[in-house]
C-alpha cells in the first residue's frame, strides 16, 4: 500500500495547482529518508523543469528535516561528541556523507599518533609527536579563512584535501586529542579559535568554567600547532584588546563549538541567491546555541 502511495504521490509531482502540491509534499514528508531514491528516479526520468525543481526542493527539505532531527537527539545525548556534532555539519552539504569513511580517517591518524606516545612524555614532547604526525606525515596544512567557500571549514572535505582553517584544524586536533587522552580543549578568546593544554590534573576542574591562570600549561595555534607560552599569549591577546581585565579562559563546549561552526557555514552562502541556505544554517546555529 506504501508503494502504491508514493507512486501515486509521484504522479502529481506536476500538479500545477500548489495546494495540491503542497500536500504531496507533506505527505512525502512523512515518509522521510526512505522515500528519496523514487524522488530520484522520477528526476532521472523526466524532461519538465518544473518538476525537476519541485524534486530537488522536497528532496533538500526531507534531508534538512532530518538533519534538524539528528541535531537536536545529539543536543539532548548525554556526551554531546564533538565528532557526532561535526558530522552534523559536514551532512548539511553532503547528505550522503560515509560516516564510516569519515571515522576510519580520523582513527587512523589517532593511532599513528597514539604509536609513538608514552606516560613518560613532558607535555611538550607528547604535542611535538602530536604535531609531526598531524602536520608532517599526515601533511595537513594551515589555510587563512576564507569565506568564499566552505570546504576548509568542513572537516570531511579538510580529511579529504588536507586542507583547513583554524576553527577546522582545531576540531580536528581537539577530536583526536580526546581520543588519545591529552588535556586539549578550545577556550573562548574573541576573534580567535585559540587551543590550551592544561595540567594533567585538567579533568578534575572540567566542571570549572572559569579556569585559573595557572591550570594553563601554554596555547596551541589551531591552525598550525605552533605553540606560544602563557606570557607571550597574555601580552599578544592583551595587545589585540582580545582579553577581559581578569584575563580568564572560559572551556568552550562541544556545543558552543558546533554552533559557532554552523554559523560560520552560514557566512560561507551568499545572501542573495542562497538565503535560504543561509536562513538554514543559521536556524541551526540558533537550534544549537540556545541549547548551551
Known amino acids: 500500500m506504501k508503494e502504491a502511495e508514493i507512486q501515486a504521490l509521484m504522479h502529481l509531482m506536476d500538479d500545477p495547482d500548489d495546494e495540491v502540491f503542497s500536500i504531496v509534499t507533506n505527505r512525502l514528508f512523512d515518509y522521510g529518508i526512505p522515500v ?23 528532496i533538500h527539505k526531507i534531508q534538512f528535516n532530518t538533519l534538524e532531527v539528528d541535531v537536536a537527539t545529539w543536543l539532548h545525548s548525554e556526551e ?5 556534532g ?31 606516545l608514552n606516560d613518560y612524555l613532558t607535555p611538550l614532547e607528547q604535542l611535538h609527536i602530536f604535531n609531526s604526525t598531524l602536520y608532517h606525515f599526515y601533511k595537513l596544512t594551515g589555510l587563512k ?6 570546504d576548509a571549514f568542513l ?47 585538567f579533568y578534575s576542574i572540567l566542571g570549572n568554567e572559569n579556569l585559573e591562570d595557572q591550570e594553563i600549561l601554554f596555547f596551541i595555534d589551531a591552525a598550525s600547532g605552533n605553540t606560544y607560552s602563557y606570557p607571550d599569549m597574555i601580552k599578544y591577546l592583551d595587545k589585540v ?45 540558533r537550534l544549537v546555541k540556545n541549547y548551551i
Not at 145 to 150: A, K, L, Q, T, V
Not at 181 to 192: E, F, G, Y
Request: aromatic letters at 10%.
Open 36 to 58: 528519496i531514491p523514487h524522488l530520484e528516479a522520477l528526476w532521472e526520468n523526466t524532461d519538465q523543469a518544473l518538476v525537476q525543481t519541485r524534486i530537488e526542493d522536497t
Open 80 to 84: 554531546q561528541s564533538l565528532l557526532e
Open 86 to 116: 561535526t558530522i552534523l555539519t559536514a551532512r548539511y552539504h553532503f547528505p550522503d556523507l560515509s560516516v564510516d569513511n569519515f571515522k576510519d580517517t580520523i582513527a587512523k591518524i589517532r593511532r599513528m599518533i597514539w604509536l609513538e
Open 145 to 150: 579563512y576564507n569565506y568564499n567557500g566552505y
Open 155 to 201: 572537516l570531511n572535505k579538510v580529511l579529504e584535501k588536507r586542507k583547513g582553517n583554524a576553527l577546522s584544524n582545531g576540531i580536528l586536533f581537539q577530536i583526536l586529542a580526546s581520543m588519545l587522552d591529552l588535556p586539549i580543549r578550545a577556550v573562548q578568546v574573541p576573534n580567535h579559535y585559540l587551543l590550551a593544554f592544561f595540567r594533567v590534573d
Open 241 to 285: 584588546g582580545c582579553l577581559n581585565a581578569k584575563k580568564e579562559f572560559k572551556i568552550l563546549s562541544n556545543t558552543a563549538i558546533i554552533a559557532h561552526l554552523f554559523g560560520e557555514l552560514a557566512q560561507c552562502q551568499n545572501a542573495t541567491t542562497d538565503f535560504h541556505r543561509k536562513n538554514e544554517l543559521e536556524y541551526l546555529a
